[in-house]
């Protein structure tokens, strides 16, 4: 079955770290760019990141750049998302998803990440 | 990089057909033929329905299409059905980067 899976949120204090994880199966993970996309509860999707298929190309939104960092291992066929100093604003769903020449076009279940003292 | 735009919300009766807009600039809508839309029921992670502006994604109803001109994009949903109800949200390649509209909730 072609899907991904997210794993690694839960609660962090402000300014503390976070590692994401989004296990790939199904697919030939390392044909793909990746993103990650979060989503405040009951608010709209926001583009956080994107990776090329050997991880040495990456882009990042203006609000995350510095802070977080994509990277893949594809012997693991495995997405990752490091996140430092994270803000109460951070605190969102994050969906990693596959790449279609910037288009998302399969999406993970999601995991919450929770910034809160 | 400023969300697309569109209309916070729709609505339709069964059997109507609707049209949400998506409206960029000419640095993303209108450079790339690299649009998509997603439908988003509650709780649920979003599903594309549209890529590359006009290709319905498989497994989808030929009640959704997808169109643009020039720095915008829309998605058209005939035949409105019950379970169309949802959030909807499009996308667009910037060059560097992706960005999303804010979303369009539909009401059936």
């Known amino acids: 079955e072609v899907q991904l899976v997210e794993s690694g949120g839960g609660l962090v204090q402000p300014g503390g770290s976070l590692r994401l994880s989004c296990a790939a199966s199904?697919?030939?993970?390392?044909?793909?760019?990746m993103h990650w996309v979060r989503q405040v509860p009951g608010r709209g999707l926001v583009w956080v990141s994107r990776?090329?298929?050997?991880?040495?190309?990456?882009t990042y939104a203006d609000s995350v750049k510095g802070r977080f960092t994509i990277s893949r291992d594809n012997a693991k066929n495995t997405l990752y998302l490091q996140m430092n100093s994270l803000r109460a604003e951070d605190t969102a769903v994050y969906y990693c998803?596959?790449?279609?020449?910037?288009?998302?076009?399969?999406w993970g279940q999601g995991t919450m990440v929770t910034v809160s003292s | 990089q400023s969300a697309l735009t569109q209309p916070a919300s729709v609505s339709g009766s069964p059997g109507q057909s609707i049209t949400i807009s998506c409206t960029g600039t000419?640095?993303?809508?209108?450079?790339?033929?690299?649009v998509s839309w997603y439908q988003q029921h509650p709780g649920k992670a979003p599903k594309l329905i549209i890529y590359?502006?006009?290709n319905r994604s498989s497994g989808i109803s030929n009640r959704f299409s997808g169109s643009k001109s020039v720095n915008t994009a829309s998605l058209t949903i005939s035949g409105l059905q019950a379970e169309d109800e949802a959030d909807y949200y499009c996308?667009?390649?910037?060059?560097?980067?992706?960005?999303f509209g804010g979303g369009t909730k539909l009401t059936v």
């Open positions: 996308s667009s390649y910037t060059g560097r980067g992706t960005v």
């Open positions: 998803a596959r790449d279609h020449y910037g288009q998302a076009t399969l």
């Open positions: 590359d502006v006009t």
């Open positions: 199904g697919f030939p993970f390392s044909s793909f760019w």
């Open positions: 000419s640095s993303d809508v209108g450079a790339y033929n690299y």
């Open positions: 990776i090329n298929i050997d991880g040495s190309g990456t």
